[in-house]
């Protein structure tokens, strides 16, 4: 399954770069408007391919518990607050406090 899924993003990639060379080819300054229009919708392709449908790393559960009842939880996916040595490989809620 994950060779699969591999093979298919980087064939996605693979269009998703054609299509830009080729926007990049035939860009004027009469068409920049439709070209950053389409430019979105290529980087939305591109976010959907990162949302991983089976995540390898298990989302994180706070309860609040009163007494001995679960009175609250929260769940927080763990791709959040990845942490990592590299700024861009972390996650958007790495070393913040959440409120």
Known sequence: LDKERLAQAQAEMEAIGSQ????????????????YKGAQGLLERIRTMVEDPQHALPDIFIW????????????????????????????????????
């Open 64 to 99: 609040m518990i009163s007494g001995a009842r679960r009175v609250a939880y929260h769940r927080i996916p763990a791709r959040t607050i990845l942490y990592s040595m590299i700024e861009e490989e972390c996650g958007q809620d790495c070393g913040t406090v959440l409120n």
């Open 20 to 35: 830009a060379k080729k926007w990049k080819l035939l860009t004027t300054r009469a068409s920049v408007k439709e070209k």
